[in-house]
């Protein structure tokens, strides 16, 4: 039988740099900036794949061009160097940065990490990434910044991701930032930073906080951190739609400035630690400690607090329409000073609340079946427990339990016990005017 030449398919020869490669019968180019050519000449197709821009690097980071063609650079700080406004710069592999560089983000300048990692692994106090100073709207898509190894980091040193000009404004997409060895992942001085997830690794000393907000003009929206011994810390800025967990320490300490619509969780410390700052529509949660724990001065709004260990809220401050559960003590202390309206505590282990202070249209519930499980205990001389409400599991107890001490109590009412009041006596002096009016206190 005859051979049908034109069914053979003839095999070409293929060279990387001069040196032979297995014939195939197809070969498929493909790659940005991949070209392929005829060179008749010398019966050869020529295949060019750009080399980089930046000191001859090739294939690290990368800018496209207006026709998709890109031009490569060995480092970040040559890619930021050679972008102007409006450019993305593109990661193509994990890339570890071992030579101490500061690396400055541009304004109008976002990087694509492209679903890899950039590490600064260097021993020294620089920060993986920084605006410098300068103002800079910049946003970072999808990949990992870890920051290891550094060199004796501080709060503000060695940290992995910092914003600090005022005008500033970072947004992370679909980016997780690490800070391992005792650094900082993220110092917000000034400025905006959104989104990104924050992870703190390890117990090593260096940095206080595995987040911090630094100043008054700092804004900090829609960030998730996560630390194994460190707390976040804001100081003055302002935090939105946030959630912090920590396992060493504090979810969050808000010493001052203001909080909306946050989540602080710890196995380790208080859910939410509050200086004088104010805090709204916010939840605490701790297995060790307070869920919320306040101090003097400071306010808390439309806020939940609860413990599986301790006190839902400990309120040395202002607290205004909260709630607070606990599961094994009572869910609710009032310090002497602090002012308490329009909240409910609820204990399953304990007495509801320790009253102090003025506590306002407050409802104290215990669910404990025991003698002592009272909706209101150990009020001061003093203290004023007005237009309030207790219920209580166990027949004995009772509304409010105050036998050696003489509180204001006035429009009280409860449920479940016998008695309602057990005070030493009422502070509070009838003295209706006309229209059935008292003064308190």
């Avoid at 590490?119 to 999808?142: K, M, Q």
């Amino acid at each position: 039988m005859a051979t049908d030449i034109n069914k053979i398919k003839p095999q070409i020869l293929i060279q990387d740099e001069g040196v032979d490669l297995p014939r195939r019968d197809t070969i498929d180019f493909v790659g940005a900036g991949v070209t392929v050519t005829e060179d008749a000449l010398n019966d050869k197709t020529i295949v060019t794949i750009p080399g980089g821009g930046g000191g001859g690097a090739t294939g690290i980071w990368g800018i496209a061009d207006a026709t998709g063609t890109y031009t490569f650079y060995a480092n970040l700080g040559l890619a930021i160097a050679a972008a102007v406004s409006g450019d993305v710069i593109v990661l193509f592999t994990n890339y570890t940065e071992t030579v101490s560089s500061s690396v400055f983000y541009k304004n109008g300048v976002n990087i694509n990490l492209n679903g890899h990692t950039y590490e600064y692994a260097v021993a020294d106090n620089i920060d993986t990434l920084s605006d410098g100073g300068l103002a800079a709207t910049v946003t970072i898509f999808n990949g990992t910044l870890k920051r290891t190894g550094a060199l004796a980091p501080t709060n503000t040193l060695g940290v992995c991701l910092k914003v600090s000009n005022a005008s500033s404004n970072v947004t992370l997409q679909g980016v997780t930032v690490i800070a391992e060895d005792g650094s900082n992942c993220c110092i917000v001085q000034g400025g905006k930073l959104s989104g990104g997830y924050y992870r703190q690794i390890g117990a090593v000393a260096g940095s206080n906080y595995a987040f911090q907000v630094g100043s008054a003009s700092a804004v900090v929206d829609n960030v998730y951190v996560h630390a194994d011994s460190k707390y976040t810390r804001s100081d003055l800025g302002k935090i939105f739609n946030s959630y912090f967990r920590s396992d060493g320490d504090y979810g969050i300490y808000v010493f001052s400035g203001e909080a909306h619509n946050i989540t602080g969780y710890s196995t380790a410390n208080d859910g939410i630690l509050v200086g004088t700052a104010k805090v709204f529509n916010s939840t605490g949660i701790s297995s060790s400690i307070a869920g919320i724990d306040t101090g003097t001065g400071s306010e808390i709004y439309n806020c939940t607090g609860y413990s599986s260990a301790s006190v839902g809220i400990n309120n040395l401050g202002y607290a205004f329409n909260c709630s607070a559960k606990s599961e094994t003590v009572y869910a609710f202390n009032g310090g002497s000073s602090s002012k308490t309206y329009n909240c409910t505590a609820w204990s399953s282990a304990s007495y509801a609340i320790l009253s102090k202070g003025t506590i306002i249209k407050t409802s104290a519930i215990s669910t404990w079946n025991n003698a002592a499980g009272h909706g209101f205990n150990l009020a001061e001389n003093n203290d004023e427990i007005v237009d309030c409400y207790a219920e209580v599991t166990n027949a004995s107890a009772y509304g409010v339990n105050a036998p050696t001490t003489s509180p204001y109590v006035t429009g009280f009412s409860g449920k479940g016990m016998t008695q309602l009041l057990n005070l030493l006596s009422n502070a509070q002096v009838n003295t209706e005017d006309n229209f059935g009016n008292i003064l308190i206190g």
